[in-house]
């Protein structure tokens, strides 16, 4: 299997890893940062298309610690839920969870549990805050030597086969921590997984994976 350019651009061997070794297309997966494997999931798509009763793939990313409050900081109204980041436009066309809320999550929305919204007091274009934790993904043979924010910017550009921006990239590497705060909208509410996910998750809130990279670069400006 021939190997396609990284998706790392310009990059400057003094302050990164080697290209080769950070993000790589591996054609029906993506190796990051030489340590951590994920599914190409347009590699999967075009392969598979045509297909009887195939519609596609699509890529995910979950977040498994994101905290929501109301935007007067309240404690009591804190919720804990598991973030799914998803392609939602995408979600739709293949025709996944079709009994789901069918909205399509645009740039600073949210999509929260009913239960969420009403323990929380509030409803479909209410703002809200998001904090968001980022873990390091790791491997048994080699820990990742960059930062939360490195790791999450690389595996969402893969999930998505979108290049990576090295100023943006670089940027993120001078920031400690692993977590990001982002004042969100309630673009709206979903009742019931409906098939979108396991119901045993709980609470579960959805952003859109094409966002993700622009909340995180905000961030680190």
Same mark, same amino acid.
């Given at each position: 299997?021939?190997?396609?350019?990284?998706?790392?651009?310009?990059?400057?061997?003094?302050?990164?890893?080697?290209?080769?070794?950070?993000?790589?297309?591996?054609?029906?997966?993506?190796?990051?940062?030489?340590?951590?494997?994920?599914?190409?999931?347009?590699?999967?798509?075009?392969?598979?298309?045509?297909?009887?009763?195939?519609?596609?793939?699509? %890529?995910?990313?979950?977040?498994?610690?994101?905290?929501?409050?109301?935007?007067?900081?309240?404690? /009591?109204?804190?919720?804990?839920?598991?973030?799914?980041? &998803?392609?939602?436009?995408?979600?739709?066309?293949?025709?996944?969870?079709?009994?789901?809320?069918?909205?399509?999550?645009?740039?600073?929305?949210?999509?929260?549990?009913?239960?969420?919204?009403?323990?929380?007091? &509030?409803?479909?274009? #209410? !703002?809200?805050?998001?904090?968001?934790?980022?873990?390091?993904?790791? %491997? /048994?043979?080699?820990?990742?030597?960059?930062?939360?924010?490195?790791?999450?910017?690389?595996?969402?550009?893969?999930?998505?086969?979108?290049?990576?921006?090295?100023?943006?990239?670089?940027?993120?590497?001078? &920031?400690?921590?692993?977590?990001?705060?982002?004042?969100?909208?309630?673009?709206?509410?979903? #009742?019931?997984?409906?098939?979108?996910?396991?119901?045993?998750?709980?609470?579960?809130?959805? &952003?859109?994976?094409?966002?993700?990279? !622009?909340?995180?670069? !905000?961030?680190?400006?």
């Amino acid at each position: 299997m021939n190997k396609a350019k990284p998706l790392l651009k310009q990059l400057n061997p003094g302050n990164l890893p080697d290209a080769d070794t950070f993000v790589t297309n591996e054609g029906d997966h993506y190796l990051i940062d030489d340590a951590v494997p994920m599914l190409n999931f347009k590699w999967y798509n075009e392969t598979l298309y045509g297909l009887p009763g195939f519609n596609g793939f699509t %890529s995910r990313t979950i977040l498994p610690d994101s905290n929501f409050t109301t935007v007067e900081g309240d404690a /009591s109204t804190q919720v804990t839920n598991i973030l799914l980041i &998803i392609d939602s436009a995408w979600e739709q066309k293949i025709g996944l969870a079709p009994r789901f809320n069918p909205y399509i999550l645009g740039e600073d929305q949210v999509m929260l549990g009913k239960g969420t919204a009403d323990y929380m007091g &509030i409803a479909a274009g #209410d !703002e809200v805050i998001m904090e968001l934790n980022i873990p390091i993904p790791t %491997s /048994s043979s080699k820990s990742s030597k960059n930062t939360p924010f490195q790791n999450a910017f690389a595996m969402v550009a893969a999930a998505v086969d979108q290049p990576l921006d090295y100023d943006a990239f670089k940027m993120l590497g001078t &920031i400690t921590g692993d977590s990001v705060t982002k004042t969100m909208e309630l673009g709206a509410v979903y #009742d019931g997984s409906e098939g979108k996910f396991p119901a045993a998750y709980g609470n579960v809130a959805l &952003i859109d994976c094409h966002y993700l990279q !622009e909340y995180l670069f !905000e961030y680190a400006e």
